[in-house]
């Protein structure tokens, strides 16, 4: 079935995940698996594409570097202290008030030897944090009366601003 007669679509996108989007010459369509939208451009308001990096995921990123700083530099010393008493309260004996804090030592002694694992992971997490929010996303904002619908598609994709570009050619040469 083709829509506006027989003219075919002006331009099409790819969308991740699946799906396209088409242009025609009076409307927009878009089409998933599971999904079938027509969008009239006489309906259509403004289109703009931008390539927006997430400041999110770049600060989150640096939170958990810094993080990642601070539980392996305590650490170390948090481990020496902790079983350093812990010595001094297993050579002191196992009764009452010493017992107790021989087994409070001895957690914080083996909290300190995990501390550099998850100083690692927090690494990891934080450099695939910063990457994914320096890759950023290229987003298409279709405005129409009362709504907008936005089109994301990861990293710069010069394809989403060349195809809003036909859009908004279209758009101009409308007659309303």
Same mark, same amino acid.
């Given at each position: 079935?083709?829509?506006? +007669?027989?003219?075919?679509? *002006?331009?099409?996108?790819?969308?991740?995940?699946?799906?396209?989007?088409?242009?025609?010459?009076?409307?927009?369509? =878009?089409?998933?698996?599971?999904?079938?939208?027509?969008?009239?451009?006489?309906?259509?308001?403004?289109?703009?594409?931008?390539?927006?990096?997430?400041?999110?995921?770049?600060?989150?990123?640096?939170?958990?570097?810094?993080?990642?700083?601070?539980?392996?530099? *305590?650490?170390?010393?948090?481990?020496?202290?902790?079983?350093?008493?812990?010595?001094?309260?297993?050579?002191?004996?196992?009764?009452?008030?010493?017992?107790?804090?021989?087994?409070?030592?001895?957690?914080?002694?083996?909290?300190?030897?995990?501390?550099?694992?998850?100083?690692?992971?927090?690494?990891? +997490?934080?450099?695939?944090?910063?990457?994914? +929010?320096?890759?950023?996303?290229?987003?298409?904002?279709?405005?129409?009366?009362?709504? =907008?619908?936005?089109?994301?598609?990861?990293?710069?994709?010069?394809?989403?601003?060349?195809?809003?570009?036909?859009?908004? =050619?279209?758009?101009?040469?409308?007659?309303?």
């Amino acid at each position: 079935m083709a829509l506006d +007669g027989a003219a075919g679509p *002006i331009g099409r996108f790819d969308l991740p995940g699946g799906g396209h989007l088409s242009l025609y010459r009076s409307c927009m369509v =878009e089409r998933t698996s599971t999904h079938f939208e027509t969008l009239p451009l006489a309906n259509v308001v403004a289109v703009r594409v931008s390539f927006e990096r997430d400041q999110r995921k770049l600060g989150w990123g640096v939170v958990l570097v810094v993080m990642a700083l601070m539980l392996f530099a *305590i650490s170390g010393p948090l481990g020496m202290f902790a079983g350093s008493a812990a010595a001094d309260m297993a050579s002191a004996g196992t009764q009452g008030v010493a017992r107790a804090l021989l087994i409070l030592f001895r957690f914080f002694e083996a909290l300190a030897s995990l501390m550099p694992a998850l100083a690692l992971a927090s690494v990891l +997490g934080g450099f695939a944090l910063g990457y994914f +929010g320096w890759r950023g996303s290229t987003v298409l904002h279709v405005t129409l009366a009362g709504t =907008e619908r936005a089109f994301v598609s990861r990293g710069q994709n010069k394809l989403l601003i060349d195809f809003a570009e036909l859009v908004g =050619e279209r758009l101009m040469s409308l007659e309303r």
